[in-house]
């Protein structure tokens, strides 16, 4: 039973446009919620995260949105670029038991020059 | 210093091998995990250990065995395993630090991982 969902496998974007990856969850539990961006063959990187008490927090073209009425959560990149490219995954994790992060199963993002 | 090291990168090994994955952070985290992936897979959770004692096992079979000899130091010892364990192991560690009263800012810091393949 997957907890956290990314349903779009892949989005293509071209470079200078806006990004906009986006995750769904189902356990209201979660509090803590992070973006992740990983290149082939290395390990995830942190990229983002933010907590159920803000709706939003950015980090200079990163920006992440929380809507937790629709247990609803977007990344958005402006502007986008090649080096953008990269699979990003969403996770999502609980206070009562914060060790445990629930992946969802990535978006690949390619950024066409 | 927030590098996780993983060593080695890349592991051929056979099924009757015994081999071991090494992982160090020198970031002073009191948690360290180990996560398998699949190709096109989200990372799977398989240990977890908090301050030097082993706090979550997903059900993992006793084929991969995981020790962590100090606070900086995690190990994966690796035997009899079958082609379908062929994936790439990311260590990963965090701070293991609760918030009380409200939420977990819990981070994770993963390391470039060990390609495997079992033949």
Known sequence: DQQVKQNSPSLSVQEGRISILNCDYTNSMFDYFLWYKKYPAEGPTFLISISSIKDKNEDGRFTVFLNKSAKHLSLHIVPSQPGDSAVYFCAASRVDNFNKFYFGSGTKLNVKP | ?119
């Open chain 2, 1 to 119: 210093d927030t590098e996780v090291t993983q060593t080695p990168k890349h592991l051929v090994m056979g099924m009757t091998n015994k081999k071991s994955l090494k992982c160090e952070q020198h970031m002073g985290h009191r948690a360290m995990y180990w996560y398998k992936q699949k190709a096109k897979k989200p990372p799977e959770l398989m240990f977890v250990y908090s301050y030097e004692k082993l706090s979550i096992n997903e059900s993992v079979p006793s084929r991969f065995s995981p020790e962590c000899p100090n606070s900086s130091l995690l190990n994966l010892h690796l035997h009899a395993l079958q082609p379908e364990d062929s994936a790439l192991y990311l260590c990963a560690s965090s701070q293991d630090r609760p918030r009380l009263g409200g939420p977990t800012n819990e981070k994770l810091f993963f390391g470039s991982g060990t390609q495997l393949s079992v033949l």
